[in-house]
């Protein structure tokens, strides 16, 4: 069998589902045969795009993206970046790649391709604004020159001192812009990570007697890792509900244009309920999700892959089940971008994929090579049209 006719043919899309398990079989017999598939795969890739640097994408590129549409599932077959192992991966071929990072998240880091130009403001309780980098060290003070936090490279943490007004219920308030993600430790020692798009308003001393309740606002997505006081419960208001806790983990995304609110719990337990019903409320334990219709004012309860819905503190977009819509406004989130989308009919087009510290044009492609379609990009505009 000319395995050469083969490989040409799965990279056309025209290869059939017989011949798909003479390629798999053949490819997994030696690996001769696996390094002259990587070859072919490879002079491809360059004739798709010259600039293309295989050793790069190989190695750096994990991903594989499915589309379904109406009853039908199509499978990606191929993109111009890193094109080999996504494919391999879609063959049901395994290589082993770079493990991911399983140490802590330092989502500070800002991505280099997509340089936002809004920046990470901090307005204090006395009404002074601070602009902060995302890297870097840095000493914060107040309208009269007090030390209220300190930053490292990664985390900007907030000490309850023994000077604080112990009676103060003053409140912070954080913006992360689009294309940014950034990390805080509390006055109390609760660690907050900010996903991009989000406020967050918070008591400068949450150990302050004045507070019943370590009650803090938020608008946006955020990661809690919530010291705990059993004396004194810690709360998260977000539009119509409330999320409470004793001491947990656990990721609230709550942002104003999405048609949900969602709860999903890594670790401990939390009550999610509505803010003018408390009695409509609905409990969860570790990786169940629960989720706050908004027009309809009633939850939901499933368990989850608790590590989708916290991937963005990796660096890492994972797309289940999403339309298309869905994911350009996560993308918009991501990479301070905006998108016009002429091709209406693909809002409704449902995928599947994972993507770890791609570009934006690296996940376009990859789609588009599905449910085909053109984009340009204008700065931060990407217009997107029907293919002709």
Request: proline content about 4%; glycine content about 6%.
């Given at each position: 069998m000319n395995y050469h006719k083969l490989i040409s043919k799965?990279?056309?899309?025209?290869?059939?589902?017989?011949?798909?398990?003479?390629?798999?079989?053949?490819?997994?017999?030696?690996?001769?045969?696996?390094?002259?598939?990587?070859?072919?795969?490879?002079?491809?890739?360059?004739?798709?795009?010259?600039?293309?640097?295989?050793?790069?994408?190989?190695?750096?590129?994990?991903?594989?993206?499915?589309?379904?549409?109406?009853?039908?599932?199509?499978?990606?077959?191929?993109?111009?970046?890193?094109?080999?192992?996504?494919?391999?991966?879609?063959?049901?071929?395994?290589?082993?790649?770079?493990?991911?990072?399983?140490?802590?998240?330092?989502?500070?880091?800002?991505?280099?391709?997509?340089?936002?130009?809004?920046?990470?403001?901090?307005?204090?309780?006395?009404?002074?604004?601070?602009?902060?980098?995302?890297?870097?060290?840095?000493?914060?003070?107040?309208?009269?020159?007090?030390?209220?936090?300190?930053?490292?490279?990664?985390?900007?943490?907030?000490?309850?001192?023994?000077?604080?007004?112990?009676?103060?219920?003053?409140?912070?308030?954080?913006?992360?812009?689009?294309?940014?993600?950034?990390?805080?430790?509390?006055?109390?020692?609760?660690?907050?990570?900010?996903?991009?798009?989000?406020?967050?308003?918070?008591?400068?001393?949450?150990?302050?007697?004045?507070?019943?309740?370590?009650?803090v606002f938020l608008d946006g997505e955020a990661y809690f890792d919530v010291t705990k006081n059993e004396k004194k419960p810690f709360l998260v208001v977000t539009q119509n509900v409330a999320v409470k806790v004793l001491g947990t983990q656990f990721n609230l995304s709550s942002y104003d244009t999405d048609e949900n609110i969602a709860t999903t719990l890594i670790e401990g337990k939390v009550s999610m309920f509505e803010s003018d019903s408390p009695d409509n409320e609905i409990e969860l334990s570790p990786s169940f999700q629960a989720k706050y219709k908004k027009n309809e004012s009633s939850f939901s309860k499933v368990k989850v892959d608790t590590e989708q819905f916290t991937a963005w503190m990796h660096n890492k977009l994972i797309i289940d089940n999403l339309k298309f819509s869905e994911i350009l406004t996560k993308l918009e989130r991501l990479h301070q971008v905006k998108f016009l989308n002429k091709a209406e009919h693909l809002n409704n087009e449902v995928f599947k994929g994972e993507f770890e510290n791609e570009t934006i044009e690296a996940v376009l492609n990859t789609i588009s090579l599905s449910t085909p379609f053109n984009y340009t990009r204008n700065q931060n505009l990407i217009t997107i049209e029907s293919k002709s």
């Open positions: 799965w990279l056309k899309g025209s290869i059939s589902t017989d011949e798909r398990q003479h390629l798999q079989a053949w490819v997994h017999k030696s690996d001769a045969n696996m390094d002259l598939f990587k070859k072919c795969i490879r002079e491809w890739q360059h004739q798709q795009s010259p600039n293309f640097d295989p050793q790069t994408g190989f190695a750096g590129f994990k991903a594989k993206i499915s589309a379904k549409k109406r009853k039908r599932k199509r499978l990606v077959s191929a993109i111009p970046y890193a094109l080999a192992l996504l494919i391999l991966v879609v063959l049901g071929i395994q290589i082993t790649g770079t493990q991911s990072n399983k140490t802590e998240p330092t989502p500070s880091q800002i991505s280099t391709r997509d340089t936002p130009k809004e920046k990470i403001t901090l307005t204090l309780a006395d009404g002074s604004t601070q602009i902060l980098s995302g890297h870097g060290n840095e000493i914060l003070t107040d309208a009269q020159g007090n030390i209220i936090a300190d930053k490292d490279t990664d985390v900007l943490s907030f000490n309850a001192s023994q000077d604080q007004d112990q009676n103060s219920n003053a409140y912070n308030e954080i913006y992360i812009p689009h294309g940014q993600t950034f990390k805080l430790r509390l006055s109390d020692g609760t660690k907050v990570w900010l996903n991009a798009g989000t406020k967050l308003k918070f008591p400068s001393n949450l150990n302050s007697e004045a507070l019943t309740a370590r009650t």
